[in-house]
């Protein structure tokens, strides 16, 4: 932060973004979950069987858990964490830093998580309804028996 960002901004901060937490629900047709539910764990499958386990020259086991630990963990961060810049107050055109507000940098930094984490949304929301979806059956499975 700068000295300017500091003196102009002290007293009266400009609005912030925020970070949301929750479960994100599908309101699609049950086949539509499925589909897109095995879609995305045959893609993530696919990227852990092609990425941490293809045996490259010194590529041991213990790097492709850990790698795909890293995967699965940033599957479960983009599908808890929802970062809302509040785009208002995102600087000079949405992109160039105003040097008077330190406010709008931290909007920055949240538009920017937003963006890191938008493929793995992508990928973990139809994998966790896909499994609502199977438990619902199964519970419906065993109260019909």
């Given at each position: ?13 400009g609005p ?44 041991d086991t ?84």
């Amino acid at each position: 932060m700068s000295m300017f960002e500091w003196l102009f901004e002290m007293n009266n901060p400009g609005p912030t973004g925020d970070f949301e937490r929750g479960h994100y629900r599908l309101n699609w047709p049950r086949i539509w979950i499925i589909i897109a539910g095995l879609s995305s764990l045959l893609f993530v499958g696919f990227v852990i069987y092609i990425g941490p386990f293809n045996r490259f020259l010194h590529f041991d086991t213990i790097n492709a858990v850990l790698l795909t630990g890293l995967i699965i963990s940033y599957l479960l961060v983009s599908y808890y964490i929802y970062p809302k810049p509040n785009l208002d107050n995102l600087g000079f055109l949405g992109f160039i830093d105003n040097p008077f507000r330190y406010t709008d940098d931290i909007n920055r930094y949240l538009l920017w998580s937003q963006i890191i984490l938008f493929p793995g949304k992508i990928l973990a929301i139809p994998i966790v309804n896909l499994w609502f979806i199977l438990i619902a059956l199964k519970n419906e499975k065993n109260t019909i028996d």
